[in-house]
């Protein structure tokens, strides 16, 4: 342990002095894995805000989240964008024309459908007169497809909003090389024989390598698994805590799956093969076959592994977003407000990962709340190690006055109230799609549970994230 610290701080700014601070402050989940929710005091406060118009979630869906390679293989990215369109449909019976404008999210493009919004709502039947744009904001760019459409609610440009996102990583753009590329080009201009002749002399057999879609930062060269196993180093989050989260969050979802609280899942008929309706990524394991994995990204010391963090995945998801008097005016009974976001970034290559802690006593400080009056955490699981890391920044006055500037900690999210019914090591994290996955499992666990706010969060390449709050509706 000693070695791999050494290595991973010398990395970081003040890291001995993080490493004295927080690897004595173990964090454990067990205990709060087998304890049940408990009942909350229903706070009064609407947080509504005067001359701002309220935005309402109606609904959201999502077609299963599956591991890539699996059932979507041979699809392409508009064919489940356009299957979430089509539950959301199905599951709102919102009339197609009074939908004003439709925004989706994806990271890794398919080049023959860049606007993949467009295509997917061609597709789901929406008039060729519905604009519809895409967005691409890394792992949150389904968060900021449905804020962009909060913003054309709330500037009075749109009273109805589909957003939504999809990713699709059994099917990734794999590049020829830069010289093959340069000399195909040059061979479509080449207009004599003789040009072409010399163009082709200039062939080696290494140009045929291809270029695989980077999973590094662009601006640090490190992959996020990497920067994973330095922050959890960093933090002293133990290879045994990280697995004991991955399990809670595999456990916690298969219990959610079997209960039937994945009310957003919506089956999907995949073309030439059965229907899918559910989400095959959930596998709860034991801590014993956990602990035989090696490191996945630094080797051989690392605590990072392919079971403490999250998968490959195919999917898509959409939700519905109105102006709350037109959401009445039609009848729905909307399931959450959407109050307030931020959105923050901060040094990629030391604090890749710990935007929600940035983040939390922002949003919260904005809303008006503490973190006592959250009902309901919906935090996106990159890795186990990420969120224990984060969990500890948040709990921490020292982090919180050297680091952000603040005169005190935020404080960590009760597990009790924290992705009760799993989260991405377990669901899956389609890129462009988690953002409203997260959003409708806070809106969902609200209701359930009779809470009254939700606080979501997800981190994203380049150091980015976003927080939205929702609040219950009781109509």
């Known amino acids: 342990m000693t070695s791999i610290l050494t290595y991973t701080f010398k990395n970081l700014p003040n890291a001995s002095t993080w490493a004295l601070r927080f690897s ?17 005091t229903k706070s009064k406060k609407t947080l509504a805000k005067p001359n701002i118009r309220n935005i309402v979630v109606v609904d959201g869906v999502r077609i299963p989240f599956l591991q890539s390679g699996t059932s979507y293989k041979d699809l392409m990215p508009h064919d489940l964008a356009r299957a ?40 789901a039947g929406f008039s060729d007169k519905t604009p519809a744009h895409t967005v691409t904001m890394a792992c949150i760019s389904a968060n900021q497809a449905m804020t962009t459409g909060v913003g054309l609610i709330a500037s009075g440009q749109c009273d109805v909003v589909v957003a939504g996102g999809v990713e699709l990583m059994s099917d990734v753009p794999i590049r020829h090389s830069r010289k093959m590329r340069k000399m195909m080009l040059d061979l479509n201009k080449a207009k004599t024989l003789g040009q072409r002749l010399s163009l082709l002399s200039k062939f080696r057999l290494n140009f045929l390598s291809p270029e695989l879609p980077a ?27 990280q697995d004991e989260y991955a399990l809670r969050s595999h456990s916690l979802a298969k219990k959610a799956q079997d209960e039937g609280l994945l009310s957003d899942i919506v089956p999907f008929k995949v073309p030439g093969k059965d229907t899918v309706t559910k989400d095959n990524g959930i596998r709860p394991s034991s801590l014993e076959q956990m602990a035989k994995l090696k490191p996945a990204f630094i080797k051989p010391y690392g605590t990072v592994t392919a079971a403490n ?49 940035y983040a939390t006593p922002k949003v919260l400080e904005k809303a008006g709340l503490t973190l006592n009056d959250i009902d309901a955490f919906e935090f996106h699981e990159a890795f186990s190690g990420q969120i224990l890391a984060n969990f500890k920044a948040m709990d921490s006055d020292w982090f919180a006055q050297n680091y952000m500037g603040r005169k005190t900690k935020v404080g960590s999210p009760p597990l009790e109230k924290f992705n009760n019914w ?8 389609p890129f462009g799609a988690t953002g409203c996955r997260l959003v409708m499992a806070a809106a969902n666990r609200l209701r359930k549970e009779g809470g ?20 219950s509706i009781s109509l």
């Open 309 to 357: 963090s999250s998968f490959l995945t195919d999917g898509a998801s959409a939700m519905l977003i109105m102006a709350e008097e037109k959401a009445l005016a039609m009848g729905y009974k909307p399931k959450a407000y959407l109050r307030d976001f931020v959105y923050v970034s901060q040094d990629p290559k030391d604090q890749l990962l710990l935007g929600p802690t």
């Open 215 to 241: 999973v590094a930062e662009f601006s640090t060269s490190e992959t996020m698994g990497h920067s994973a196993d330095r922050l959890a180093a960093a933090f002293a989050v133990s290879r045994a805590d």
């Open 84 to 123: 979430a369109l089509s539950g959301l449909l199905h599951r709102t019976n919102v009339p197609k024309d009074v939908v004003d404008y439709i925004i989706f999210g994806t990271v890794i493009q398919e080049v023959k459908t860049s606007n993949v919004a467009r295509e997917a709502a061609l597709g």
């Open 422 to 429: 799993g989260g991405s090591l377990s669901l899956g994290h």
């Open 24 to 40: 004595v402050r173990p964090l454990s989940c067990s205990s709060q894995l087998r304890a049940a929710p408990a009942a909350q």
């Open 452 to 471: 009254q706010y939700g606080l979501v969060a997800a981190c994203a390449a380049g150091g980015q994230t976003q927080l939205p709050t929702c609040y």
